[in-house]
């Protein structure tokens, strides 16, 4: 059964907003894939009532348990940063596609901004097992939320974050980082999530480049099944159906979205 | 209240919703559930007292554009837009699926004229599985038809007493909220020949999004459910079970046993988990369980002897 009430081992703030909650659940973290992503219910009662969709950040399958990585920007992640650590978390899944882990060739980049890094690390952690070679770059407002640094590096890959105040590596946008510091022909395969404004450059260095992708879409959602149809997005203003984040993503074909930056949401 | 030592025993939780028979009163709302596999990791569907499938048209629909839910107080507005597959794909992909896993089907329909009402009923007449048809004459979010069907007394009865010409599948109004007089509206489908009524559908709201100076849905307009309309919905029952003679399928922001059992008390035969399967899958198990744990505990043979209950 994809529903689990699971110890909560690890919750730590990692920075002014940003949260890491390790919890038990050898079952789903048997089942868990990169990209995929859980919805929690954040509190035991009706308010607030929906619960949240949070990518899976991290999973230890030997602990069995999983990690999920939040920034608290509405009344849902901020209940659930109330979470208290011998608690038990309410949880739905592993939901949703996950990234490709057999992307052809051997050089791989990760580019995420903000929390948007957050499916990326146990992607970078399940490539690197399989011998890509993985570069990660981080685009954050400093280097206080370059949190998942300490992860990145235990996994063992190449790590290039980008600030905008310079506080830690690169000053600036990542993807002036990629622009400027970075080869397409050294690149075979790009995996991206974040702001959509950052995915849409991405997108669009990548189509430039011909290097194909994926990317992570977010959108508000209910069911996180595919039954209510709330979370739809038209990928292309050419499409002639909508798709569902929940179901038929969250990660897709970084060819296949057209990105608008309005679709910006806020919980 | 009085403990029994006896191991696992089962109550009697069928209830006769008009001509239907249903094995417990526990359905799933229209659009909530899909078209019943979406949910078929979490709950063994062929236990639901019915299924009652997404809101189906006569043509495909792509729906309203995003956003399409945004979280309100105790509830969600929705504004999908009857995105669909329109009926000659639920008839020839979605049935069969239903009919094999044994489910209760109870499929909802939408049109914007009485014409497609009827031509949706006729299509689906010759295949088997279908055990009642729910008119949703009530949807908030589309810009034709819907809504303007359930609002008016006579367009109700005329709509329900056109469908009832052309199909022997029993006929299910689903009642808007969004009305003067719910009475006026139960007795005319009533009148039309329905052989029950459900209510209720959502109610129309909105949401601003301060930031942008925008609705935050992109149909502007929504329809709200969740808890936040359970006392509305609660109240229009009662006074329609008080009111009119007919058979009703209650529903409204159910998220536990004891709010089925208050809508029970007020007079609804069934009750249907809409919005509370999103925060609880395994919601309408759960209030099966509860249900069948209140009977024994008060000694009940059939839910019939607390319906209207509460109604004075």
Avoid at chain 1, 78 to 87: D, G, W
Avoid at chain 1, 166 to 173: I, N, P, Q, W
Avoid at chain 2, 151 to 174: F, G, L, M, N, R
């Amino acid at each position: 059964m994809p529903l689990e009430k699971g110890l909560v081992i690890v919750h730590n703030r990692l920075s002014h907003d940003m949260y890491q909650l390790e919890f038990i659940s050898p079952e789903m973290a048997a089942r868990s894939k990169p990209g995929q992503f859980l919805q929690v219910k954040v509190n035991a009662l009706n308010t607030p009532l929906l619960r949240r969709p949070i990518s899976i950040y991290d999973v230890d399958k030997s602990l069995g348990s999983i990690t999920l990585l939040y920034k608290v920007v509405g009344q849902g992640t901020e209940a659930m940063s109330r979470i208290r650590t011998k608690e038990y978390l309410d949880v739905m899944g592993p939901l949703g596609q996950g990234f490709n882990t057999s992307p052809p060739g051997r050089k791989i980049l990760l580019i995420g901004g903000g929390v948007g890094i957050a499916p990326l690390v146990y992607l970078a952690r399940v490539l690197k097992a399989k011998n890509y070679q993985v570069k990660v770059l981080h685009g954050a407002d400093s280097r206080r939320n370059l949190v998942a640094f300490e992860k990145l590096r235990e996994i063992g890959v190449d790590f290039l974050p980008a600030t905008d105040d310079g506080s830690a590596g690169f000053k600036g946008l990542v993807t002036d980082l990629l622009a400027t510091k970075l080869k397409a022909s050294q690149i075979d395969y790009i995996y991206t999530c974040g702001p959509d404004a950052m995915m849409k450059t991405v997108a669009a260095y990548a189509n430039a480049n011909q290097i194909p992708g994926q990317v992570s879409l977010e959108e508000h959602m209910a069911c996180g099944v595919g039954a209510c149809l709330g979370c739809a997005r038209q990928l292309k203003s050419s499409d002639r159906e909508m798709v569902k984040i929940c179901k038929d993503g969250p990660v897709f074909d970084i060819q296949a979205v057209e990105f608008s930056v309005q679709g910006e949401v806020s919980r | 209240m009085k403990r029994k030592d006896t191991a696992p025993a089962k109550s009697d939780l069928s209830v006769r919703l008009g001509p239907l028979k249903l094995n417990n009163p526990v359905t799933v709302a229209s659009g909530t559930f899909g078209y019943g596999s979406e949910y078929q990791d979490y709950l063994q569907i062929d236990q639901l007292g019915a299924v009652i499938v997404k809101g189906t048209t006569l043509e495909p629909r792509i729906g309203n554009l995003p956003p399409r839910i945004i979280e309100t107080p105790s509830g969600m507005l929705n504004a999908i837009g009857l995105e669909n597959p329109g009926i000659d794909v639920f008839l020839q992909q979605h049935l069969p699926w239903l009919r094999e896993h044994q489910v209760s089907v109870i499929l909802n329909i939408a049109g914007n004229t009485i014409d497609d009402y009827t031509r949706i009923c006729s299509l689906t007449e010759g295949h088997q599985g279908i055990m009642a048809i729910e008119l949703n004459i009530s949807c908030p979010n589309v810009a034709k038809g819907g809504l303007q069907f359930g609002t008016d007394p006579d367009t109700v009865e005329q709509v329900v007493k056109a469908v009832k010409a052309v199909t022997s599948i029993p006929i299910i109004p689903k009642l808007s909220p969004n009305v003067t007089d719910i009475v006026q509206i139960a007795q005319a489908a009533k009148a039309g020949g329905a052989d029950a009524i459900s209510m209720i559908n959502t109610l129309m709201g909105m949401a601003v999004d301060i930031k942008k100076r925008r609705p935050v849905l992109g149909n502007v307009f929504g329809g709200l459910s969740g808890p936040a309309i359970k006392p509305v919905a609660l109240r229009m029952i009662y006074q329609v079970y008080k009111a009119v003679d007919i058979p009703i399928l209650g529903g409204g922001g159910i998220m536990s046993t004891e709010d089925a059992l208050e809508f029970i008390m007020v007079g609804a035969t069934a009750i249907s988990v809409g919005t509370g399967l999103f925060v609880n899958p395994l919601l309408p198990r759960e209030i099966i369980d509860g249900l069948n744990q209140y009977m024994m505990e008060n000694d009940l043979t059939s839910l019939e002897e607390i319906r209207g209950a509460a109604v004075l």
